[in-house]
């Protein structure tokens, strides 16, 4: 099983010091399915390559039980790119594939001329192109021949790459796609695996065409887990959305979807009361609480959810396990459910029910109301939530905006709530609306700000 990389950046032998492995020397791995080795068939200043060679050994092959009887002397592992291949490249470039090289950090983030083959993938050309072209480089694929007296072609193809990228990002997208493209993984797929996903695919595999079929295929079709990481970049690519080359150019910057704008509105809410310390109650799989960690004026957040599996989702967008200790000391996930007091929940500065309430039963509402307005009473509450009549303008829709909601206000409905609970637990209360406005249906999301009263001596 073979892959090669190659690089014309001059002087080409640099590639060593951001493979961190020298072109000098024949390296060699031991890993669970055989031995890695990397070699340079050729490294001068012109042109360098290194190639990434997996002998694997049959016998430590493990064959699915329910193959042939000599499955594991008899298949096509010890030489299609599969991963097998992916694993190995993981192991043997694990700080290039970081984009970490102490020698050469500068060259490590620049996109330099890059060629990758790979002799033997199971695939076909059309798949091929799909998942790699969106990505920056350059397809050309030849079809493997069967047999002369078989005749026609097999189901391998010869993949060459050409593209001018960073190494790092050119290693991961093999170690994604390379299984993608097999549509087989030699081990058993846990949980952990969205995460080696998110984490390679990160900066790419969001916008991504093909990002479904990725996710279903890397994950070995384990449906729970491709929903889990599609549902994670789903929402990274509506918060992170980066501006396109000819929006960059433009004078002005691209117009904020309404998703950044309410959270820019929740931002601003905070700030305007001073919070340090701030709750965000219901906060799914973490999208405004990347927005908090980034502000340094909040010194105390705090996630709460009733879904365990938000709370996940929001750990793994936050990174928490790879943020410095200074960092994760400032935010804390908490599993709660909104309806019933909890005094962890007490003595914050601000709290935050972004498009939360109307996931509430309506029975269930004063309920919420007493455990977060009474019994946490932070300083200040704001709360988003749609306004029903904006709805007119979303062509198609025929309900609610989102298929969980229990209720859509209209602005004089929020009000007149927002100004019972207000009442009822000593607040002072302003609403404003969040997005574009129309002079007849107001903005298609409306805001609370409430803040307590001072009670007089």
Same mark, same amino acid.
């Given at each position: 099983?073979?892959?090669?990389?190659?690089?014309?950046?001059?002087?080409?032998?640099?590639?060593?010091?951001?493979?961190?492995?020298?072109?000098?020397?024949?390296?060699?791995?031991?890993?669970?399915?055989?031995?890695?080795?990397?070699?340079?068939?050729?490294?001068?200043?012109?042109?360098?390559?290194?190639?990434?060679?997996?002998?694997?050994?049959?016998?430590?092959?493990?064959?699915?039980?329910?193959?042939?009887?000599?499955s594991?002397?008899?298949?096509?592992?010890?030489?299609?790119?599969?991963?097998?291949?992916?694993?190995?490249?993981a192991?043997?470039?694990?700080?290039?594939?970081?984009?970490?090289?102490?020698?050469?950090p500068?060259?490590?983030?620049?996109?330099?001329?890059? !060629?990758? *083959?790979? +002799? /033997?993938? &199971?695939?076909?050309?059309?798949?091929?192109? %799909?998942?790699?072209?969106? $990505?920056?480089?350059?397809?050309?694929?030849?079809?493997?021949?069967l047999?002369?007296?078989?005749?026609?072609?097999?189901?391998?193809?010869?993949?060459?790459?050409?593209?001018?990228?960073?190494?790092?990002?050119?290693?991961?997208h093999?170690?994604?796609?390379?299984?993608?493209?097999?549509?087989?993984?030699?081990?058993?797929?846990?949980?952990?695996?969205?995460?080696?996903?998110?984490?390679?695919?990160?900066?790419?595999?969001?916008?991504?065409?093909?990002?479904?079929?990725?996710?279903?295929?890397?994950?070995?079709?384990?449906?729970?887990?491709?929903?889990?990481?599609?549902?994670?970049?789903?929402?990274?690519?509506?918060?992170d959305?980066?501006?396109?080359?000819? !929006?960059? *150019?433009? +004078? /002005?910057? &691209?117009?904020?979807?309404?998703?950044?704008? %309410?959270?820019?509105?929740v $931002?601003?809410?905070?700030?305007?009361?001073?919070?340090?310390?701030?709750l965000?109650?219901?906060?799914?799989?973490?999208?405004?609480?990347?927005?908090?960690?980034?502000?340094?004026?909040?010194?105390?957040?705090?996630?709460?959810?009733?879904?365990?599996?938000?709370?996940?989702?929001?750990?793994?967008?936050?990174?928490?396990?790879?943020?410095?200790?200074?960092?994760?000391?400032?935010?804390?996930?908490?599993?709660?459910?909104?309806?019933?007091?909890?005094?962890?929940?007490?003595?914050?500065?601000?709290?935050?029910?972004?498009?939360?309430?109307?996931?509430?039963?309506?029975?269930r509402?004063?309920?919420?109301?007493?455990?977060?307005?009474?019994?946490?009473?932070?300083?200040?509450?704001?709360?988003?939530?749609?306004?029903?009549?904006?709805?007119?303008?979303?062509?198609?829709?025929?309900?609610?905006?989102?298929?969980?909601?229990?209720f859509?206000?209209?602005?004089?409905?929020?009000?007149?709530?927002?100004e019972?609970?207000?009442?009822?637990?000593?607040?002072?209360?302003?609403?404003?609306?969040?997005?574009?406005?129309?002079?007849?249906?107001?903005?298609?999301?409306?805001?609370?700000?409430?803040?307590?009263?001072?009670?007089?001596?």
């Amino acid at each position: 099983m073979l892959l090669t990389l190659t690089t014309t950046h001059r002087p080409a032998t640099d590639l060593g010091y951001l493979l961190v492995k020298h072109p000098g020397k024949v390296h060699s791995f031991d890993v669970p399915t055989g031995t890695a080795y990397v070699m340079y068939p050729e490294a001068n200043e012109d042109r360098c390559t290194a190639a990434l060679m997996l002998d694997v050994d049959p016998q430590r092959l493990r064959a699915q039980r329910d193959a042939f009887e000599l499955s594991q002397y008899v298949n096509d592992r010890p030489y299609a790119a599969s991963s097998l291949l992916a694993s190995a490249l993981a192991k043997v470039f694990r700080s290039a594939l970081r984009g970490a090289s102490k020698d050469r950090p500068e060259l490590a983030a620049t996109p330099i001329p890059l !060629e990758i *083959e790979v +002799p /033997v993938l &199971r695939g076909t050309a059309d798949l091929v192109t %799909r998942l790699f072209g969106p $990505l920056g480089w350059t397809v050309a694929t030849t079809a493997i021949p069967l047999e002369p007296e078989i005749g026609g072609d097999s189901r391998y193809v010869r993949v060459h790459l050409t593209g001018e990228l960073r190494v790092a990002d050119a290693l991961n997208h093999l170690y994604v796609l390379l299984p993608v493209l097999d549509d087989g993984k030699h081990y058993w797929v846990a949980p952990d695996e969205i995460e080696k996903l998110l984490r390679s695919g990160e900066g790419w595999l969001a916008g991504h065409p093909e990002k479904v079929l990725i996710a279903r295929r890397y994950l070995a079709h384990r449906k729970s887990l491709a929903t889990t990481a599609l549902q994670i970049l789903a929402a990274e690519e509506v918060n992170d959305e980066p501006a396109t080359e000819e !929006e960059a *150019e433009l +004078p /002005v910057p &691209r117009k904020a979807s309404l998703a950044e704008q %309410r959270r820019e509105a929740v $931002l601003a809410a905070l700030e305007e009361v001073g919070a340090g310390r701030v709750l965000d109650l219901g906060c799914g799989g973490g999208a405004l609480l990347t927005a908090l960690v980034k502000q340094r004026s909040f010194t105390e957040i705090v996630g709460a959810d009733v879904s365990s599996r938000a709370l996940e989702m929001a750990a793994r967008r936050l990174r928490l396990d790879r943020l410095p200790e200074r960092q994760k000391d400032r935010i804390k996930l908490i599993q709660t459910a909104l309806t019933y007091r909890d005094d962890r929940l007490r003595g914050f500065d601000a709290a935050v029910l972004m498009e939360v309430i109307e996931h509430v039963d309506l029975p269930r509402l004063p309920a919420l109301e007493a455990a977060v307005f009474g019994h946490a009473r932070p300083a200040a509450v704001v709360v988003t939530t749609p306004n029903a009549e904006y709805n007119v303008h979303y062509e198609g829709l025929t309900g609610m905006r989102h298929s969980d909601h229990r209720f859509e206000w209209t602005r004089a409905e929020f009000a007149a709530w927002a100004e019972r609970v207000a009442a009822e637990h000593g607040y002072a209360v302003t609403i404003r609306g969040v997005g574009d406005q129309h002079e007849t249906t107001g903005a298609p999301t409306q805001l609370a700000l409430f803040k307590i009263q001072e009670v007089s001596a």
